[in-house]
C-alpha cells in the first residue's frame, strides 16, 4: 500500500509538473497571440495610415489633376490590398494553426485542469472574437478600398476630361505664348518701355519660366501619352481597316457563291429540263416499240390459238392413254399381289410338301436305322463276343514232295466261312466264323481282326489266341516276317494311329509286356532274370483283377520302340534255349498290351488289355509214345490248352462256374475272358495230306468253341455230332471209352461227362 500511495504520490507529481508546462506554454501561447493581435493592430494602423496616404496622395492627384499618376497609384495600391489580404489570410492561417494546437493539446480531458484549459480556451475565443472584429475592420478596410478604387475610376474619367481640357488650355497657351511673345517682339521694338517691361517680364518671365517649365514638361508628359494614344487609336484603326478588308473580302466571296448558285440553279433548271424532254420522248419510244411488240405478240397469240385447236385431239387422245395406263398403274400392284401371293402360296405349297416328304423320310431314315441298329446288335449277339477263324498255310518246301505232300484241304467258293477236308478218302466240311485260305495275305487276316484292337482302345480286354499243331503257322500270323509283319506288330501300329487320331480329348498311354508259359510256370521276357517264375495274384484293392507282380511294362509311343522291345525279348529267348523252335512250340507266348486313356475333358479313365498269344503246338505227342521231359511238357501243353477250351466252352454256354484256374494262362487271362471281353481263336492248319489227322483236331476243336455259343438248342446239334467226331477218330485208343456219367470231369463245372471226356480224348489221350 506504502509503494502504491508512493508510486500515486510521484503520479500527482508528474502530473503537477506536466500542468505546470502545460502552463507555461499556454502562457507562452498568450503572450504569442497578443504580440501577434499588436502586430496585427499595427499592420492594420499602418494600412490604415497607407490608406490615408493613398487618399491623401487621390486628393492630391485630383488636386493636381495628375490623372497618369493616380493610374499608377492605384496599381500600387491594387496590388497593397492584394498584400494585405494575403497577409490577412496568412494571419487566418497562423490562427487556424494556433487553434489545431490548442487542439491537439489538449488529449488528457479527465485532466483536473480542464477547468483552467477552459479558461484558456475562452480567452483564445475573445482573442478570436478579436481576430474577428479585425477580420470585420478589414473587410470594412477592404470596402473603402473598393470604393477608393471606384473613385479612382471616377478620377481617371475625370483625368480623361482634364487631359481634353489641358489640351484646350496648351493650345489656349500656346496661342498666349505667340501672342506674349508678339507682344515681346513688340516690346523689343519698344527698348525702354520694354527693358522696363522686360525686367517685369523678366520677374514676371522666371515664375513663368518656371510655370512654362513645368507646364512643358507635364505637355510633354502629355504628348507622349497623347502620341501613345495616338499610336493605339492608330492600331485600332489599322485593325478596324484590316477588319472591313475582311469583310470586304468575305462580301466578295458571300457575292460570288451568291453568283455561283444562281448559276448553278439555272443549270439544274435546264438539265431538269432536258431530261424531262428526254423522258417524255423515251417514254414515246418505248411505248410504239410496245407497240409493235404487241402486235407480234398478237399475231403469236394467232398461231399459237390455232395451234392449239390442232393439238387439242391429240391431247385429248394422250389423256386417254394416260388414264388407261395410269388405271393400269393403278391395277398393276393389286395384280402384282395377287401373282405374288399365288406364287408364295404355291412356293410354300411345294416346301410345304418337300418338308412333309422330307420329314416323312427322315421318319423312314430314322426308322431304317433303328432297324439297323438292332439287327446289328442282333448279328453281334449271334456272333457273340467269342470268334473263331480257320487259317490254312500254303504248302511250304518242308512239306516235302510227294503224296504226303498233297493238298487235302479245299474251299466253298460261295460261302468263305465253311472249309473241307480230305481225310482217309472222305471229305469233312467244317463250318467256322471266317476261315483264311492259303493265299490270303497278312494284310487280309489284320483287316478280320481290327474292330477287336480298335475296341480295346474304347476300354475292352481282348483276347487273340493262335492255335494249332506246330508248323501251321501260328508264329507266322502272330508274329510274321520282318518284310511281313503279322498281327502283334499290325495292331500296335493300328493302336498308334487310334490314339493320335482322338489326342484333341484323350491322353493314352500304351504299354506292353511280354510273357512265356512253360511247364506252366510263367515267365517275364522283358525282364531282368528270365528264369524267374512269376506269380499271378488277386488285386489287393478288391476290384477281383489280377495282376503279375514284377512282370516289366514298357511304355511304347512309336513302331520302332515296339521292334526294340520285340527284338529285346527275342533275344532273351535265344540266349535262353539251345533250340529256339522246338522251344517256342511248348510254349505258350504272351504279348500283353494295355492301352489306358484319361479324357482330359470328362477326366473319364478307361484301361483296355490286348492279349496276343501263341499258343503251343496242339499236336498230339502222347501218341508217339512220348517219355520223361517230353510227356511232361505234353501233358501241361494238354492240360492247359484243355482248360483253355473248357473255360471258353463254360463261357460261351454262359455256365456260373468258370474254370480259370484250371491253368496258369486261363488264370492270366481270367480279366481278358470274361465279362464283355472278346475273344478271337486263330486256328491254324497245315493243308498238307500227312497233317490231315492233326489238322482235324484243330478244326474239330475249332468247330466245337464255335458252335456252344448257339446255346441249348446248337448245343444239342453240337452234342448230336460228337459221334461222328467219334467215328472219325475210331482209331484212337481214347474212342474206346464209353461215354458214361461214372466219368470223372476234369473241371468241376457244368459240363456233360460226355462232352467231357470227348473232349480229353481229343486232348489228352493218344
Ligand atoms: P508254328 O508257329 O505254328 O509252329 P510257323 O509259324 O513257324 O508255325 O510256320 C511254319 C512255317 O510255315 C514257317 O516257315 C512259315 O514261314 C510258314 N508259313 C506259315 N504260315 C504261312 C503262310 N500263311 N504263308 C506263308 N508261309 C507260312
Ligand atoms: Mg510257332
Redesign the pocket.
Known amino acids: 500500500v506504502m509503494a502504491s500511495m508512493a508510486h500515486l504520490q510521484k503520479e500527482k507529481l508528474q502530473l503537477q509538473e506536466d500542468l505546470l508546462e502545460l502552463q507555461e506554454k499556454l502562457t507562452a501561447q498568450e503572450n504569442d497571440k497578443l504580440s501577434l493581435s499588436l502586430q496585427l493592430q499595427g499592420q492594420v494602423e499602418t494600412l490604415k495610415e497607407k490608406l490615408l496616404e493613398q487618399a491623401q496622395e487621390i486628393s492630391r492627384l485630383r488636386s493636381e489633376l495628375g490623372g497618369t499618376d493616380a493610374e499608377k497609384h492605384r496599381d500600387l495600391l491594387a496590388a497593397e490590398n492584394e498584400r494585405l489580404r494575403q497577409d490577412m489570410k496568412a494571419c487566418e492561417g497562423e490562427l487556424r494553426e494556433l487553434r489545431r494546437q490548442q487542439q491537439q493539446q489538449a488529449p488528457c480531458r479527465d485532466c483536473p485542469h480542464l477547468r483552467e484549459n477552459a479558461g484558456l480556451q475562452e480567452q483564445l475565443s475573445q482573442l478570436q472574437r478579436e481576430a474577428e472584429e479585425t477580420r470585420a475592420k478589414l473587410v470594412e478596410l477592404d470596402l473603402e478600398v473598393q470604393q477608393k478604387t471606384n473613385r479612382l475610376a471616377e478620377v481617371e474619367l475625370r483625368l480623361k476630361d482634364s487631359l481634353a481640357e489641358r489640351a484646350e488650355e496648351e493650345e489656349r497657351l500656346s496661342r498666349r505664348l505667340r501672342d506674349s511673345q508678339e507682344t515681346i517682339a513688340s516690346l523689343k521694338s519698344q527698348p525702354q518701355q520694354i527693358k522696363y517691361i522686360i525686367k517685369t517680364v523678366e520677374v514676371e518671365s522666371t515664375k513663368a519660366k518656371q510655370a512654362l517649365c513645368e507646364t512643358q514638361s507635364r505637355n510633354q508628359y502629355l504628348q507622349e501619352q497623347v502620341g501613345m494614344q495616338k499610336q493605339v487609336l492608330k492600331e485600332m484603326e489599322q485593325q478596324l481597316q484590316s477588319s472591313q478588308k475582311t469583310e470586304a473580302q468575305l462580301r466578295a466571296q458571300i457575292m460570288m457563291y451568291e453568283a455561283e448558285l444562281e448559276r448553278a440553279h439555272g443549270q439544274m433548271l435546264e438539265e431538269m429540263q432536258a431530261m424531262e424532254e428526254e423522258k417524255n420522248r423515251a417514254i414515246e419510244e418505248a411505248f410504239s416499240r410496245a407497240q409493235v411488240e404487241m402486235k407480234a405478240v398478237h399475231e403469236n397469240l394467232a398461231g399459237v390459238r390455232t395451234n392449239l385447236l390442232t393439238l387439242q385431239p391429240a391431247l385429248r387422245t394422250l389423256t386417254h392413254d394416260y388414264n388407261s395406263l395410269k388405271r393400269q398403274v393403278r391395277d398393276f400392284p393389286l395384280l402384282l399381289q395377287e401373282t405374288l401371293r399365288s406364287a408364295r402360296a404355291e412356293i410354300s405349297q411345294a416346301i410345304e410338301e418337300v418338308h412333309s416328304t422330307n420329314r416323312e423320310l427322315l421318319r423312314k431314315y430314322r426308322r431304317e436305322l433303328q432297324l439297323r441298329k438292332k439287327c446289328h446288335n442282333e448279328l453281334v449277339r449271334l456272333k457273340g463276343n467269342i470268334r473263331v477263324f480257320g487259317?490254312v498255310?500254303?504248302i511250304?518246301k518242308?512239306d516235302g514232295e510227294g503224296p504226303e505232300a498233297a493238298n487235302a484241304v479245299t474251299f466253298d467258293a460261295d460261302d468263305d466261312a465253311v472249309l473241307h477236308l480230305l481225310h482217309k478218302g472222305k471229305q469233312v466240311s467244317f463250318e467256322l466264323d471266317k476261315v483264311f485260305p492259303?493265299q490270303a495275305s497278312q494284310e487280309e487276316v489284320f483287316q478280320e481282326v481290327q474292330a477287336l484292337v480298335t475296341s480295346c482302345i474304347d476300354g475292352y480286354n481282348v483276347c487273340i489266341f493262335a492255335y494249332?499243331?506246330?508248323?501251321?503257322?501260328?508264329?507266322?500270323?502272330m508274329e510274321g516276317?520282318a518284310a511281313n509283319p503279322g498281327i502283334n506288330q499290325r495292331a500296335l501300329q493300328l493302336l498308334f494311329s487310334e490314339v493320335r487320331g482322338k489326342a484333341a480329348d484323350w491322353d493314352y498311354t500304351i504299354t506292353v509286356s511280354a510273357a512265356e508259359i512253360y511247364n506252366e510256370a510263367l515267365r517275364d521276357l522283358l525282364g531282368k532274370e528270365p528264369q524267374e517264375k512269376l506269380e499271378i495274384k488277386l488285386c489287393p484293392d478288391g476290384s477281383g483283377q489280377l495282376y503279375v507282380p514284377g512282370l516289366t511294362e514298357f511304355r511304347v509311343q512309336s513302331v520302332e520302340d515296339i521292334n526294340k522291345v520285340f527284338e529285346f525279348g527275342h533275344v532273351k529267348r535265344v540266349t535262353e534255349c539251345t533250340n529256339l523252335n522246338e522251344h517256342?512250340?511248348r510254349s505258350h507266348a504272351l504279348l500283353i498290351i494295355t492301352v489306358r486313356g484319361l479324357d482330359r475333358s470328362t477326366g473319364l479313365r478307361t484301361t483296355g488289355k490286348l492279349n496276343l498269344v501263341?499258343l503251343a503246338?496242339s499236336e498230339r505227342v502222347g501218341r508217339s509214345g512220348a517219355e520223361g521231359s517230353r510227356l511232361r511238357e505234353a501233358q501241361h501243353i494238354n492240360k492247359s490248352l484243355s482248360a483253355l477250351g473248357d473255360v471258353i466252352y463254360a463261357l460261351r454256354s454262359r455256365q456260373g462256374h468258370v474254370p480259370f484256374r484250371n491253368s496258369k494262362l486261363t488264370y492270366l487271362l481270367q480279366d481278358s475272358l470274361s465279362g464283355d471281353s472278346k475273344t478271337l481263336m486263330m486256328v491254324?492248319v497245315s493243308p498238307a495230306e500227312k497233317n490231315t489227322s492233326e489238322t482235324l483236331c484243330s478244326l474239330k476243336f475249332a468247330e466245337r468253341v464255335r458252335s456252344v455259343e448257339l446255346g441249348p438248342v446248337s448245343r444239342k446239334a453240337e452234342l448230336g455230332s460228337w459221334p461222328s467226331q467219334e467215328h472219325l477218330e475210331g482209331d484212337s485208343p481214347g474212342s474206346a471209352v464209353p461215354p458214361g456219367r461214372g466219368h470223372a470231369s476234369p473241371s468241376p463245372g457244368q459240363l456233360s461227362s460226355r462232352s467231357a471226356s470227348i473232349r480229353r480224348k481229343l486232348h489228352t489221350s493218344g
Not at 494249332?468 to 500270323?477: C, D, R
Open positions: 487259317r498255310r500254303p511250304t518242308e492259303p494249332g499243331q506246330t508248323g501251321a503257322g501260328k508264329t507266322y500270323t516276317t517256342s512250340s501263341d503246338g491254324q
